[in-house]
């Protein structure tokens, strides 16, 4: 007789995956509650216990970024799911809340801690929740853009025979929505999230830090450690704050990414077999733990409670009238209304008080920034692409440069600092040339991640006729690699694009200490600005800037990749 069958109902009651999932639950509440302590005491509590170099500190000021990071993310997807929703469902609505997700894309992240920080800190005056909420804002912005537009972007792009399988299952719009439209964007949703959060992570220094004029507010956390560190010269605390963001970065993989990527890979429309599933043990345990399970029933039945109260109308469908030209006239004159009352504020405030010779100033330093942006783009994908295609056609080799890359991307540029200001001081090198890699540094990952995806979705069977055919050597990559994925080049090529311009910012202004370095260009102009609290300075770099790359947007990326998606699209 086994001497233990007394306490077998112990196994019955949980497994070793409920003791598991207790354990990460009951951790989660705790990291919360760690988290918001202190929310809603006095700034002047900042002031009595000043930020610290002690490496002891670092797991609370870990714990803090990581809920602001997080916080941002879900802010983000609540975003995406509503904004992108619209812009896709909706033609009227679509043509104004789409150039406005463009515009929004191209303002520096700088510029809106800039202009918003003092609205956030007057929703709660004197109150660290008010810092806060600007600094959740502002990591909101670094992630929330890139979402919505893949989001948007997959749910154009539904293929007609599942809309038409929905229809004859007899969804509602409320459940082919959650049942459809989700699940076909989930794949490319989740990997725009991990892009999204590692942008995140570049600008979390000055999202934490935050200084405008005579405003200034250091939140405890990595990123204002890091700035601390930079102002005191201090190599070990920078050392010490890489080692705390490789574990984040891990412990936020393990926990939340990979369960994800695992999760979602049902979910993919296009099954090539014999490739390896995506598995994760903290998947496995929500999947093997019967707390967990019970909650994920009780969330399935709320979905099907809904799905009950939104009822799909049993009326046959008409035929779809063509919309009303009045109605189409008023929204237009709508529109047109917005745009005049936005431009006539713009000029109102800028144009007024700017002298000709400033305003061609500004554009000389933003057509300067413009030019390293285009040189780097060029050079990172001579080395990139290459790479990418090769890490693409190996699944094997892409599990283990993915988590790697993922890393790099979140590598905050100001960290390289001390390296730069050295260099350029001890060997009197031009700022100009050698401080425009750091702009590149965590934006060239993108161009990276968006190789490896196109290479790794070429089909098999063209794969097979290339190698039947004996195709090698440049003919290959002229007529089977490239075209394959200029498409995802494109798209990675924007997003740093992007990412160039508002790392401008950061990198053409080094300091380390009281040394300062800087590079001529419309990235400094704004830093410079921001310091000095010069608001009309600022609103005019910031415009300067978005209509550069707004208008390089539509005249060369744009086109472009409607070029490569019409063309060289593989489905």
């Not at 959740?136 to 972007?153: H, K, L, R, V």
């Not at 057509?367 to 990172?380: G, H, K, N, Q, S």
Request: net charge positive; with cysteine; proline share 6%.
């Amino acid at each position: 007789m086994n001497r233990f069958a007394p306490y077998v109902f112990l196994r019955d009651l949980a497994s070793r995956w409920d003791v598991l999932a207790f354990i990460v639950v009951i951790g989660l509440i705790a990291f919360l509650g760690e988290t918001s302590r202190g929310l809603f005491a006095p700034l002047s509590q900042l002031e009595i216990t000043p930020l610290s170099l002690d490496p002891r500190h670092l797991p609370e000021y870990a714990a803090r970024t990581t809920f602001r990071m997080l916080a941002g993310l879900a802010l983000s997807l609540v975003f995406t799911l509503t904004y992108a929703t619209w812009a896709a469902k909706s033609e009227r609505a679509g043509k104004l809340l789409v150039p406005i997700l463009d515009i929004l894309q191209s303002v520096p992240i700088l510029g809106f801690i800039s202009i918003t920080v003092v609205f956030f800190m007057s929703l709660a005056p004197g109150r660290v929740l008010g810092a806060e909420f600007a600094a959740i804002f502002a990591i909101f912005t670094s992630q929330a853009w890139n979402m919505a537009f893949s989001f948007y972007q997959s749910l154009r792009t539904v293929p007609l025979e599942l809309i038409e399988a929905s229809e004859s299952f007899r969804l509602s719009p409320w459940m082919r929505f959650w049942q459809l439209e989700v699940p076909f964007a989930m794949p490319a949703l989740i990997w725009n999230m991990m892009m999204s959060m590692s942008g995140g992570w570049f600008f979390v220094v000055a999202s934490e830090s935050i200084s405008v004029g005579h405003t200034t507010v250091s939140l405890p956390g990595v990123g204002s450690y890091i700035a601390l560190a930079i102002q005191q010269k201090n190599l070990s605390a920078i050392g010490w704050a890489i080692a705390t963001m490789l574990i984040v970065i891990l412990l936020y993989d393990q926990l939340l990414f990979r369960p994800l990527v695992a999760w979602v890979d049902r979910f993919r429309v296009e099954q090539e077999p014999g490739v390896r599933v995506p598995d994760s043990w903290a998947l496995t345990m929500m999947r093997r733990s019967r707390v967990i399970q019970a909650a994920s029933v009780a969330f399935h039945a709320a979905v099907l409670w809904t799905s009950r109260v939104v009822k799909r109308t049993d009326e046959p469908v008409a035929a779809p009238t063509p919309p009303k030209r009045s109605l189409d006239l008023l929204w237009v004159s709508l529109m047109i209304a917005a745009v005049v009352l936005g431009l006539w504020h713009i000029a109102w405030v800028v144009i007024k008080n700017t002298p000709l010779r400033e305003a061609l100033e500004v554009c000389g330093l933003a057509t300067l920034t413009m030019l390293r942006v285009f040189i780097l783009i060029a050079l990172a994908s001579l080395v990139w692409v290459p790479i990418g295609v090769w890490v693409g056609m190996r699944p094997r080799a892409a599990q283990i440069v993915q988590p790697i890359a993922q890393f790099m991307a979140a590598f905050p540029a100001n960290l390289l600092f001390p390296i730069a200001v050295y260099g350029i001081v001890a060997w009197k090198l031009n700022p100009d040339i050698f401080l425009s890699p750091l702009m590149i540094l965590g934006t060239q990952w993108y161009i990276l991640f968006n190789v490896i995806a196109g290479a790794s979705a070429i089909p098999a069977e063209m794969r097979y006729v290339a190698a039947n055919f004996r195709v090698t050597g440049w003919l290959w990559w002229r007529k089977v690699a490239l075209p394959a994925v200029l498409p995802f080049y494109v798209t990675g090529a924007i997003t740093a694009s992007g990412g160039s311009w508002n790392a401008a910012i950061v990198a053409e202004l080094a300091t380390w200490g009281n040394t300062q370095v800087e590079a001529r260009g419309l990235g400094s102009y704004i830093a410079e600005a921001t310091s000095a609290g010069d608001f009309h300075r600022i609103v005019l770099g910031i415009g300067t800037m978005s209509l550069f790359v707004v208008v390089i947007n539509r005249l060369f990326w744009r086109p472009l990749y409607y070029y490569a998606e019409r063309k060289y699209r593989l489905t």
